[in-house]
């Protein structure tokens, strides 16, 4: 039996819990392309974090854009980001993933209620 951590899940995995990541995507999904839009439209995100975060979904081949690596700095004038195939299908399941935990939201908020008041 392959390890989880050995299969490809814990790659997709490890993409999607980084904290910026998804509002990344989505953001390049809704149309926010340029690293000053990126920058000014994620609040609480600082410039380094951000640069990381970009260069990390490049290499992951979610993001397609302008290269910049960590250290660098994005540049105004530099062509937009766009979500490559694979991000558009990342992209496909994080919206079902939204559109379940929306149909579940009274579950999701109840369960965790329920089991704190029964620990008790």
């Known amino acids: 039996m392959q390890r989880m951590a050995d299969r490809p899940i814990a790659k997709v995995l490890d993409t999607l819990s980084r904290r910026w990541s998804i509002p990344v995507i989505y953001a390049v999904a809704e149309g926010r392309c340029r690293f000053n839009d990126l920058h000014r439209h994620l609040e609480g995100i600082n410039h380094?974090?951000?640069?990381?975060?970009?260069?990390r979904l490049q290499r992951d081949g979610y993001l397609d854009g302008p290269l910049t690596a960590?250290?660098?700095?994005?540049r105004?004038?530099?062509?937009?980001?766009a979500l490559t195939g694979l991000g558009w299908q990342l992209w496909?399941?994080?919206?079902?993933i939204d559109k379940w935990?929306?149909?579940r939201?009274?579950?999701l908020v109840r369960a965790p209620a329920e089991f704190d008041r029964l620990a008790r």
Do not use: F, H, M, N
């Open 48 to 55: 380094k974090v951000l640069i990381e975060t970009v260069y």
């Open 70 to 74: 960590p250290g660098g700095r994005g």
């Open 76 to 81: 105004t004038e530099a062509p937009p980001y």
């Open 92 to 96: 496909g399941l994080i919206e079902d």
């Open 101 to 103: 935990s929306k149909e």
């Open 105 to 107: 939201e009274q579950y």
